[in-house]
């Protein structure tokens, strides 16, 4: 079936660290992949998205690139800042799959000054 | 994108009542999902509100239970019905109008005591 795994947080970092976070998945043809945020006590936001092999989606200085050969959608930042403290979600929605979105267990990513 | 509201955004229940959880999005949209996120976990996906006919559930999850309407292309209700200490959850809408970007309400945070 279709699955996302991500790495287990919580992620810890200082602030203008590097940041990435893993995700690798599970699915038949080319899924579409996505990045959710969710701040503390907010609903959650798309990020970004990539949503064919090779494409690179990029937002508020994070980036992911669709890695079809390796089955990876990993988050990156170069700098990380405290406002980015929150927990993150990869999902997919399969190919022909009716915009159902499946999740990853989240990251949680605390960054301190 | 969509701003989607939801009503209420938190609501503490005794076990046994019902609540109605109202989603409205400001303009039309192809298709309406509700999701329950469980304290300190990933989100579910519960059914697809369909519009002017009966909801689909995902495995695990059923009309008796979850009732849905969607009575129009901006707004949908989830009942959570005879609800018991593990219905306290973060239940949540959200909306797509192409296949590859879908929006989400702020949730609707439910205790049940």
């Known amino acids: 079936g279709n699955s996302v795994t991500q790495m287990e947080g919580p992620v810890t970092l200082s602030e203008e660290a590097f940041l990435t976070i893993n995700c690798t998945y599970t699915?038949?043809?080319?899924?579409?992949l996505f990045w959710y945020v969710q701040y503390p006590g907010e609903g959650l936001q798309l990020l970004l998205k990539?949503?064919?092999?090779?494409d690179k989606g990029s937002n508020k200085g994070f980036e992911a690139t669709y890695r079809k050969e390796t089955t990876s959608f990993h988050l990156e930042k170069g700098s990380v800042q405290v406002s980015d403290s929150a927990v993150y979600f990869c999902?997919?929605?399969?190919?022909?799959?009716?915009?159902?979105?499946?999740f990853g267990a989240g990251t949680r990513l605390a960054v301190h000054p | 994108s969509a701003v989607i509201s939801q009503k209420p955004s938190r609501d503490i229940c005794q076990r046994g009542t019902s609540l109605t959880i109202q989603c409205q999005v400001d303009?039309?949209?192809?298709?309406m999902f509700w999701y329950r996120q469980q304290p300190g976990q990933s989100l579910t996906l519960i059914a697809t509100?369909?519009?002017?006919?009966?909801?689909?559930?995902e495995s695990g999850f059923v009309i008796d239970k979850f009732p849905i309407s969607r009575p129009n292309l901006t707004f949908s209700t989830l009942t959570v019905s005879n609800m018991s200490p593990e219905d306290s959850s973060i239940y949540l809408c959200?909306?797509?109008?192409?296949?590859?970007?879908?929006?989400f309400g702020p949730g609707t945070r439910l205790t049940v005591t």
């Open positions: 990539a949503t064919k092999a090779d």
């Open positions: 303009s039309q949209v192809t298709m």
């Open positions: 509100a369909n519009q002017g006919s009966e909801a689909t559930y």
């Open positions: 999902a997919l929605i399969p190919s022909g799959g009716y915009n159902k979105l499946i």
């Open positions: 959200s909306v797509s109008r192409t296949e590859s970007e879908q929006y």
């Open positions: 699915a038949t043809g080319y899924p579409s």
